[in-house]
């Protein structure tokens, strides 16, 4: 989220008569600006198991081909903050936590496409907003990557070889809807957990994998002085949110106060400590995936 932008839409008076006080207090969606800031040093993270090497592009055999990458139109268009285009494919394993362990980063516009060989549908850029744009990778196969898509929801995209690089994505974060729980891992074991708050009623936390984007500085005193976290998401119903937030994509940041800790209070963001916040933005970098689940099988070791 570009923070220029973001709160270019709408400042906190604006917010105060859009929504008024009482809503404010509960809840705002993050806004459009991001800044890159300080990155960190790459870790590595997984929720459930260890990270396993990341397996090497595979090769075709003599009885496969790769399917050849159909020419993308100039006119198509590029997803930005706003919501991104439609047409592509749903995420196939959304409510996965298994650990999404490596990014791409595109080095130059490449066409997305909905399927290998399939239709080309947009361009991801190298930027979005002017903050670089890193993709948890979900799935291979010969000559194809398929990532999960910027400001969209459960939605995937398949790249063709070039143009791009990866990463290792050494963090994870699992949200759980139900004991309004957060949990960062690094490398399958639970570091830290925090209770949040969540999406009020008609406004929930999108389900699903997801990502961070970028961060950018806090409008407003409300959210604790902290770095925000924007992240891939967007709400499930735009239409719900109040009109002072349309456009806004979730996010993961602290508030003025954590009496509202433990419920269903925001529009749809995720909400922990400033304490939190903070150790979040020192360790996480964009492209960290993070996957909301109403609730885990078994409580993580730091619950």
């Known amino acids: 989220m570009l923070f220029d932008r973001l709160f270019s839409r709408w400042t906190f008076g604006w917010l105060l008569a859009a929504v008024g006080v009482p809503a404010l207090l509960a809840a705002l969606l993050v806004g459009r600006t991001l800044t890159a ?4 040093a790459p870790l590595v993270a997984a929720p459930t198991a260890e990270v396993p090497p990341a397996p090497d592009e595979p090769s075709p055999s003599p009885e496969e081909s790769v399917p050849a990458a159909a020419p993308a139109p100039d006119d198509l268009p590029v997803v930005t903050y706003d919501p991104a285009p439609g047409g592509f494919p749903a995420d196939p394993d959304p409510a996965d936590t298994r650990p999404l362990a490596e990014g791409l980063t595109p080095t130059r516009t490449v066409a997305a496409y909905d399927a290998p060989g399939g239709r080309p549908l947009a ?10 744009l890193t993709v948890p990778i979900v799935e291979r196969r010969v000559g194809w990557t398929a990532v999960l898509l910027p400001s969209a929801n459960r939605r995937i995209a398949w790249l063709p070889e070039g143009g791009w690089s990866t990463d290792a994505l050494p963090d994870q974060i699992v949200v759980e809807r139900r004991p309004h729980r957060l949990t960062w891992f690094r490398d399958g074991r639970a570091v830290r957990s925090w209770a ?4 009020m009623p008609g ?29 891939g998401a967007i709400p499930d119903d735009p ?12 996010g993961l940041h602290s508030w003025y106060t954590d009496d509202t800790l433990g419920k269903n209070v925001t529009n749809g963001c995720i909400r922990l400590t400033r304490t939190g916040q903070r150790q979040l ?3 996480l970098r964009p492209g960290t995936a993070v996957v909301v689940v109403d609730q885990l099988p078994a409580p993580p070791a730091t619950a």
């Open 239 to 250: 239409h719900a949110v109040p009109t002072g937030l349309r456009g806004a994509h979730i």
């Open 196 to 199: 949040v708050s969540l999406g």
């Open 37 to 40: 800031g300080p990155a960190p």
């Open 203 to 231: 406004q929930s936390t999108p389900l699903g994998r997801t990502f961070v984007l970028g961060r950018t500085p806090p409008p407003q005193d409300v959210y604790g002085g902290v770095d925000i976290f924007a992240l």
């Open 281 to 283: 933005l020192a360790e």
């Open 123 to 132: 361009f991801l850029a190298p930027t979005i907003s002017g903050v670089e």
